[in-house]
């Protein structure tokens, strides 16, 4: 059975990517909230098909389609001892205000939550970071 979820009609495109984030207040009162936020908080996401159906959406403010999405693997930052392919991870957001890292969206950007539970695909690298931790850089699901 597919996962559907509700977007935009201007992302709602086959191959388009996102980082699901949650529900908001918007969403509250509205009537397609149980198809629409079916997703993991904090994983990403690609279109694989849209449908014909379009709803109105209040968090959106636009016209929005009925959409198939496949989990998208993304990349993440563990510790360094703390990745292997096949193994089950959890992430969470690291504290870091050294924004222009370029791991920062991986490590400590708003698309992580507070615990996440990611397998491990594959280890892309392993280095020291600019905050001067061992890290592994992974690609997970």
């Known amino acids: 059975m597919a996962t559907i979820t509700l977007l935009s009609h201007e992302q709602a495109k086959p191959g388009y990517s996102f980082y699901y984030l949650g529900g908001a207040a918007p969403c509250g009162p509205c009537k397609f909230r149980n198809a629409c936020l079916t997703l993991e908080p904090g994983h ?6 849209v449908r014909p159906l379009k709803h109105k ?3 959106q403010e636009t016209d929005a389609n009925v959409i198939e999405v496949d989990p998208a693997p993304r990349t993440a930052v563990v510790n360094a001892g703390g990745a292997v392919v096949g ?3 959890e992430v969470a ?3 870091c205000d050294i924004l222009e890292c370029p791991h920062w969206m991986d490590c400590a950007g708003p698309t992580l939550g507070d615990r996440t539970k990611f397998v491990v695909q594959e280890v892309l690298e392993e280095k020291v970071c600019l905050a001067h931790r ?3 850089v992974i690609s997970a699901r």
């Not at 990403?44 to 098909?49: E, F, G, L, P």
């Open 44 to 49: 990403r996401y690609t279109v694989k098909n």
């Open 57 to 59: 959406c209040a968090l």
């Open 87 to 89: 193994s089950s991870v």
């Open 93 to 95: 957001r690291y504290d």
């Open 134 to 136: 061992h890290i592994r």
